[in-house]
Every structure is written in C-alpha cells, then in structure tokens.
C-alpha cells in the first residue's frame, strides 16, 4: 500500500515578512518558521513525516536553459528544529547541482 503524505508550498515575497504584515482571526498568532538566514532564495517547501523541512532552494540567477544545465545551481535544504522549540534553527545540504527544483513528494510503502 502507497501512503502520500501532505505537502504544502511556501508563500513567497521579494521583501521579508513580519509577523504584522498578515492578517489573522484574533487568537491566531504569526510566528516564524526558521531563524533568519539559513535560506536565501527558498522555492517550495515538504514536511517529511519526522517533522522536518525539505525546501528547494534556487540561486537567484535568471539563466536560460543553457546556463541552468550548464551550471545546476539549484538545491534542496534539509531543516530542522534541533531545540524543539518549533523554529527551524538548522540547514543542512540535502542535495545540489540541481537544475530548477520545484517540488516534493513523499511516497512510503
């Protein structure tokens, strides 16, 4: 039997958020997901089922499809909350030399 588990996408902008640039219902409070600077150019993003965060990371460059094969500057970073206090505090290369990473799926048998 094939389970999927969910994944879902991160919300992107060119400026940094804060936690007062969203509007929530009262009693919902925005708080950050990772500490500043273990990402600079993040994609997308899957949870694995041990709760940590896999996100695609690209370069920053606008390269034709030349220059992304040519040089493969995509990657996809592994996150995860190594103090429990669920903020992503740790990235660790997951894999590089990727041409435009986009996407994540968790298949389990």
């Known amino acids: ?25 009262p009693g919902i409070t925005v708080t950050p997901a990772m500490t500043p600077g273990l990402m600079k150019h993040p994609v997308m993003a899957a949870l694995d089922d041990r709760g940590r965060l896999f996100v695609s990371e690209n370069a920053g460059v606008n390269l034709d499809k030349e220059g992304l094969l040519r040089e493969r500057p995509g990657s996809i970073r592994m996150l995860e ?4 206090d669920g903020v992503f505090d740790k990235s660790t290369l997951f894999a590089d030399k990727l041409t435009f990473p986009q996407g994540a799926l968790w298949v389990y048998d």
């Open 1 to 25: 039997m094939t389970r999927l588990f969910p994944f879902f996408f991160l919300a992107l902008a060119f400026a940094p958020l804060r936690a007062d640039d969203f509007v929530v219902d």
């Open 81 to 84: 909350d190594t103090d429990g």
